[in-house]
Structures are given as structure tokens and as C-alpha cells.
């Protein structure tokens, strides 16, 4: 039998993490490969939590992340530090996920020393280099060169084949957010305990609908974030709905929220969530408020209306289900759709079907027979 193969996956934000613990688990139980853990951590609390879940000891951890850090002094760092790790481990591919900083400088590094990068959840583009920013062209760049695209879904695909990525190197695999899922829903179902946290609120909040609400972009710092602060206040004075807004440790995010919604009755910012609660959050709330990324793949999946604050999309398929809606970041229009969702029962059954465009659960497992082919 030939040697194993050695991957080295290399992530730092917690969405990487929760994209990437499932793939992480399918390579370590499988003796075609060596798999090794580099984290950026670009993110720390946050990321940390996902490694506590997933039990992912990483092999080497950077520890990169300094408080309200820049993205040139980011990604400059990252470049630097993650090619010292590709330099001692020298591997045979190297896997990132996603959009981040992390991802486009790890991606780079392995570049300049001609290893072989696998770009999971590749293909997704708004087609505006501004929305989401900088991640569209994060994207973009990896795309380039990637050896190995594992496109989420068949949009995706298209999405490379029109910028004239080589077809054989472009697989779709499905979304390993869908495994991530799958696997905290069971591991809950094993270990209730793990996801009883929000007990507390939910006795607060009985007889009200949960509106689960998240909001981190960087293309909405200032104004965006005002409006939607505005629009959650508004939403708020109701007394038929309660909104669960787990803050996002960035302290451009934290400061407007807390400043704008602390103390409103029917508002509870809470510290970000642990992946069992955030998928407790999701299953409790009548529908969902976001700018995430992920959250847009999730609540479709789990058949929860979810209204995206953003001018534009990467992941089309939520809206072309009919489960996701673009609602921008103007208050008076989240405000309105919100309260359509709310008041108008067709409106909200058309929305809340369970769609899952994004994956059956086997994405990771389909990624690690590429990674061995
Ligand atoms: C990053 C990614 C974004 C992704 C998001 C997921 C880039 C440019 N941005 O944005 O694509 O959607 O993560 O959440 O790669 N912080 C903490 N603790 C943490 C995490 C963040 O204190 O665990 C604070 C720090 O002050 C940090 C700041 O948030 O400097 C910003 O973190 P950073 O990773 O640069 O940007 P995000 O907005 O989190
Ligand atoms: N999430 C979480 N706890 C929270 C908020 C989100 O575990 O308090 C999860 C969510 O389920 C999704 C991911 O984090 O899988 C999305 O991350 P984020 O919104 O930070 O980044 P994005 O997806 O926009 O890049």
C-alpha cells in the first residue's frame, strides 16, 4: 500500500471551522490519509468554540488574531506564518474553505510553494467585488489556481466553467454545512445537555415567536449596521415577537448593537453561541434575520424563513427556493417584511418549506474520495 497522503487543512474564523470539522473527522478516520490542523485563528472565542465541539485538537495554532485587527495587517501575518507551517509540513494538498482572509493568504502560501490547493465550497460569486466585501474577491483569487474546486452546487460549477476553470478539476460535492448540521442534530439528540442553555430565555419569551437574529458584515459597518439596529428596534416594540440576537464578537458590531438594543424587553443580546445552540436557536425561531453566510444555508434546510440583509448574494439557490429573501439594509424594508412574515400566514407558508439546495449530509466524504483519486 502507498504511503498516506498528507493534508494539511488550514482554517481560522468560526464559519471555516463549522464548514470544515466534518471533513477534518472523515480524513482522520481514513487510513488513505495523514491529516494534519493548521488554524490561523483569526478568529479566537468564536473558533474555539467550534474546535470544543468538534474535539479538533489543531496540530498547529497561530494565534493571529489581535482585537479590531486590520485586513492588510490580517492577511499579512497570516501569509507569513501559514507558509512557516507549509514549510515544516510540507504536504500534499492543502484544504481551505470559504471566502476569509485566512483562506486566501493559506491558499497563496501553498501556491508559492506549488502545492496543490483543494478550495471546498468553491464558485460562489455576487458578481460585485464590493458585496460581500472583501470576500467575493477572496474567493476570486483561490479560484485561480485552486488544483481541486469543490463546488457546493451545480450554480457554483457554472460559476467557474464561465471563468474557464479547467471542467475536470470542478466537482460538485454539496455543502459540508449540511454534515455540520446533520452531526450536531444527532450528537444533541445523544447529549440533550449540550443545547439547554437558551432555557431560560425560552420561559422568558413563552408565547411570543422568536425571531433568531445575526449580523457581523463588513460592507454594512456604519450605516448598514445603524439601519438594521433601527429596524430590530422597531420589530422589537411589538409584543407578539421576541428576537434573539447572539452578538458577534467584532467590536464594529458590538458597539452599535449594544448602544442601540440593550435593555429593550423583548431583545436579548446574548454572547455568541456554541454550534448546538445556534442550531437550537434555529429550530426555535419562527424565522430568521441575517447577514451570515452560513445561516443563509442552514435555515433554508431546516425549512425556516430567513429574510438576508444584504444588497446581493453568492448563494442564489436559498432565494430560488423561495426559503431566503433579500431585504437589503434599509429599516423601513426589513421592518416591512418582517411584519409581512409575521401577520400575512400564505406569505410565511410559501417561505418555511424545508429546501435543501445545498447538500445531503455526504459532502465531506465525497471531498476525501477526490482528495485520495
Ligand atoms: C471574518 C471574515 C468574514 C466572515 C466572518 C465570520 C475576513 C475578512 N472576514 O469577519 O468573511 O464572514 O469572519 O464570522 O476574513 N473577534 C473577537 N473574537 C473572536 C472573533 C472576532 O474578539 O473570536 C473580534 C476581534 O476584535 C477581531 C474582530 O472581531 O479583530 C474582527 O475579526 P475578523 O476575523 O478580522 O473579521 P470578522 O468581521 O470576524
Ligand atoms: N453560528 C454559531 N453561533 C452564533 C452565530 C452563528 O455557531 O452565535 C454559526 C452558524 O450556525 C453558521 C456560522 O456560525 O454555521 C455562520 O458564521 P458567521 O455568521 O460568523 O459567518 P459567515 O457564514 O457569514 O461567513
Redesign the pocket.
Known amino acids: 500500500m502507498s504511503a498516506p497522503r498528507k493534508i494539511l487543512t488550514v482554517f481560522g474564523?468560526?464559519?471555516e471551522a463549522?464548514?470544515l470539522f466534518p471533513l477534518v473527522h472523515a480524513l482522520e478516520a481514513d487510513p488513505r490519509f495523514d491529516s494534519r490542523v493548521c488554524v490561523s485563528a483569526q478568529h479566537r472565542a468564536?473558533l474555539d468554540?467550534?474546535l470544543a465541539i468538534a474535539e479538533i485538537v489543531p496540530d498547529h495554532d497561530l494565534d493571529l488574531m489581535t482585537p479590531g485587527q486590520t485586513l492588510d495587517a490580517l492577511t499579512a501575518r497570516a501569509l507569513v506564518e501559514i507558509g512557516k507551517v507549509l514549510d515544516a509540513e510540507q504536504p500534499d494538498w492543502v484544504v481551505v474553505q470559504?471566502d476569509?482572509t485566512t483562506v486566501m493568504a493559506g491558499a497563496i502560501a501553498a501556491y508559492y510553494r506549488k502545492i496543490p490547493v483543494c478550495h471546498v465550497e468553491a464558485g460562489l460569486r455576487s458578481g460585485d467585488i464590493h458585496h460581500p466585501w472583501p470576500e467575493e474577491v477572496n474567493r476570486r483569487v483561490v479560484g485561480t489556481f485552486a488544483a481541486l474546486h469543490c463546488a457546493p452546487t451545480e450554480t457554483a460549477r457554472d460559476a467557474l466553467l464561465r471563468e474557464n476553470v479547467d471542467p475536470a478539476t470542478v466537482h460538485v460535492t454539496g455543502n459540508t454545512?449540511i454534515d455540520?448540521l446533520h452531526w450536531v442534530s444527532e450528537k444533541v439528540t445523544r447529549e440533550p445537555h449540550l443545547a439547554q442553555g437558551l432555557a431560560e430565555l425560552e420561559h422568558r419569551f413563552a408565547g411570543k415567536r422568536i425571531i433568531g437574529m445575526?449580523s457581523?458584515?463588513r460592507e454594512n459597518f456604519g450605516e448598514g449596521m445603524q439601519n438594521i439596529a433601527n429596524a430590530v428596534r422597531q420589530i422589537a416594540s411589538r409584543d407578539d415577537v421576541a428576537v434573539i440576537f447572539?452578538v458577534?464578537l467584532n467590536p464594529n458590531v458590538r458597539q452599535v448593537m449594544n448602544a442601540e438594543l440593550a435593555g429593550l424587553d423583548n431583545v436579548a443580546l446574548i454572547e455568541?453561541?456554541?454550534?448546538p445552540?445556534?442550531?437550537r436557536l434555529?429550530d426555535i425561531a419562527h424565522l430568521m434575520l441575517?447577514?451570515?453566510?452560513?445561516?443563509q444555508e442552514?435555515a433554508p434546510a431546516l425549512g425556516k424563513p430567513v429574510l438576508v440583509m444584504r444588497e446581493t448574494t453568492e448563494r442564489p439557490e436559498g432565494v430560488a427556493a423561495g426559503t431566503a429573501k433579500l431585504v437589503g439594509t434599509d429599516a423601513d424594508t426589513i421592518v416591512r417584511e418582517t411584519f409581512r412574515l409575521l401577520d400575512d400566514e400564505q406569505a410565511y407558508a410559501a417561505m418555511a418549506r424545508a429546501h435543501n439546495p445545498f447538500g445531503d449530509g455526504h459532502s465531506a466524504q465525497r471531498i476525501c474520495d477526490l482528495l485520495a483519486g
Open positions: 474564523t468560526r464559519p463549522i464548514k468564536m468554540q467550534v470559504g476569509t454545512v455540520a445575526t457581523h458584515r447572539p458577534h455568541p453561541l456554541d454550534y445552540h445556534f442550531a434555529l441575517t447577514d451570515s453566510g452560513g445561516v442552514e
